[in-house]
């Protein structure tokens, strides 16, 4: 079965500073592992994807995650938060096999200016 | 050109009642999702159409009833609505089962 498990529910930087965001996964396949974020009110958008090609994924928004097989991680990292970047962020996990998405509880992220 | 799009956004009804949420997509995609989350953002999965055909149907009362006319439509019944049915539902498609998904902009559903 495959799951992921992001740490820190309630995460606050700083405007300017580095943001980081934890997410690992569970998987006896290797996964295809995606980022969205969740502004208030609105619906999910993708941020990232990793899908076996190069494991430094660049997203937008200057968002940009690792998958790093060895710590089965695949955190999410901005350089310089901006207050636009509070909102909620979902590590999700599927299979070249699976059928669904298996998402993560969330990480609520506070710029704090 | 709205992607997914869900009607209607808000729904607030009483105990008892049948509501319906609409789903449609213009991009094409084989595969569409209905998710739940509830007041803690936890997303979880509750059916999956392929082509028109139920793929994953997770533990879900059968108050629950999904519907695709087409490969463009998922649409959600709900009969004998309860209180901790309230939540937000979104509707989401990918292009085949493990492909990114694009999601609608959710129903948030407020049963009283």
């Known amino acids: 079965a495959q799951s992921v498990t992001q740490l820190g529910s309630h995460v606050s930087v700083s405007e300017g500073a580095l943001v980081l965001l934890r997410c690992n996964y569970s998987s006896s396949v290797p996964p295809y592992l995606f980022w969205y974020v969740q502004y208030p009110n609105q619906g999910l958008q993708l941020l990232l994807k990793?899908?076996?090609?190069?494991?430094l994924v660049k997203g937008i928004n200057g968002f940009e995650a690792e998958f790093k097989k060895s710590e089965t991680s695949f955190h999410l990292t901005k350089p310089s938060a901006h207050m636009s970047d509070a909102a909620e962020y979902f590590c999700a996990v599927t299979l070249s096999t699976g059928n669904q998405f298996y998402f993560g509880t969330g990480t609520s992220l506070t710029v704090i200016p | 050109d709205t992607a997914v799009s869900q009607t209607p956004k808000y729904l607030v009804t009483q105990m008892g009642n049948d509501k319906s949420i609409k789903c449609e997509q213009n991009l094409g995609h084989d595969t569409m999702y209905w998710y739940k989350q509830d007041s803690k953002k936890f997303l979880k999965i509750m059916f999956s159409?392929?082509?028109?055909?139920?793929?994953i149907n997770e533990t879900v009362p059968n108050r629950f009833s999904p519907k695709s006319p087409d490969k463009a439509h998922l649409n959600l019944h709900i009969n004998s609505l309860e209180l901790g049915d309230s939540a937000v539902y979104f509707c989401a498609s990918s292009h085949r089962v493990n492909t990114e998904a694009f999601f609608g902009q959710g129903t948030r559903l407020t049963v009283v």
């Open positions: 990793y899908t076996s090609a190069a494991t």
């Open positions: 159409y392929n082509n028109k055909e139920l793929i």
